[in-house]
């Protein structure tokens, strides 16, 4: 009797490869090898840029942790009395604002009068000094006026200063020519005077002679010199006081001169009493100012 074969044996035969010893370097090696070679740069990643990238973030956490935990808390007594406002007995009273207030006007009215008077003063000035020279000065005049109260003296100056008057070295480098012909004038012969008189004036007419400087008496020649001495120092008031003493003939001779010499006086005597009055104010509003 045959045995029969095992069930095994009876099996389709397998591939011979299959029977082939494997590989020990498989795909799963590689691929856990290559796993492991990027975890160990990761971690060296890591380890090199992670403090730089990480140094900022627990100043934030932190910044960030006391509003996120602090608690709500109720308002205390405290801060209710501060937010109070102060109680009335702390504030200023009512009085003391107003004389504050009244202080701080006055001030600024003190002020307002100071510049004003210095205005005043610095125009009065300028108008001194333009009235000087032999140019009208119109303009000087109109900005003193603007700056000051009316009154007769810059009334009457105004007037004046459209028109000018000679400077004082003008009149005094006139003077000699208008003293000729009033020594001229004053040796005229009267009717009926003789005909060597009437002689003698016709021929004074052609050649002047006439004394200068000190001369004594009150004659015509004394009393023209004396004037013309008076110009020369610059004191007009007085020559005009002793032309004042000449005869008829002669007082009409220099007539022209004085004319102008006395527009002259008129705008200097105008100039320096409005100078005069614009620095009194200016100093009585300082002084009521300190």
């Known amino acids: 009797m ?15 490869a299959e029977y082939r010893p494997r590989p020990l370097l498989g795909l799963g090696f590689w691929a856990i090898l290559v796993f492991g070679a990027l975890c160990v740069i990761a971690g060296m990643l890591i380890a090199v840029f992670g403090p730089k990238l990480l140094a900022h973030r627990p100043a934030a956490r932190l910044s960030e942790a006391p509003a996120a935990v602090e608690p709500l808390r109720p308002p205390t007594p405290v801060a209710a009395e501060a937010a109070a406002p102060p109680p009335a007995a702390d504030a200023a009273p009512p009085a003391e604002v107003a004389a504050l ?8 009215a003190q002020e307002g009068r100071t510049n004003h008077a210095a205005s005043a003063a610095l125009a009065a000035a300028a108008v001194v000094e333009a009235s000087q020279g032999s140019r009208p000065f119109p303009e000087e005049a109109a900005a003193l ?20 008057a000679p400077s004082r070295a003008s009149l005094a480098a006139t003077f000699p020519d208008y003293a000729a012909r009033a020594a001229s004038a004053a040796r005229r ?28 008496g009150d004659g015509p020649d004394a009393l023209i010199a004396r004037a013309e001495r008076l110009v020369e120092d610059g004191d007009f008031d007085r020559a005009m006081q002793v032309l004042d003493k000449l005869p008829p003939a002669a007082r009409d001779a220099m007539s022209p001169w004085r004319l102008r010499a006395e527009r002259r006086a008129e705008i200097d005597r105008l100039a320096a009493a409005l100078r005069a009055h614009a620095l009194a104010d200016l100093a009585g509003a300082s002084r009521s100012g300190a």
């Open 2 to 16: 045959t045995t029969p074969p095992d069930r095994d044996e009876l099996a389709t035969p397998k591939d011979p």
């Open 145 to 164: 006026r603007a700056v000051s109260a009316a009154s007769p003296d810059l009334a009457q100056l105004s007037r004046l200063a459209d028109a000018g």
């Open 101 to 108: 207030s009244a202080r701080v006007t006055a001030l600024e």
């Open 189 to 216: 012969p009267g009717e009926g005077a003789p005909i060597g008189d009437r002689i003698v004036y016709v021929l004074s007419k052609v050649v002047m002679v006439r004394r200068v400087g000190e001369v004594a």
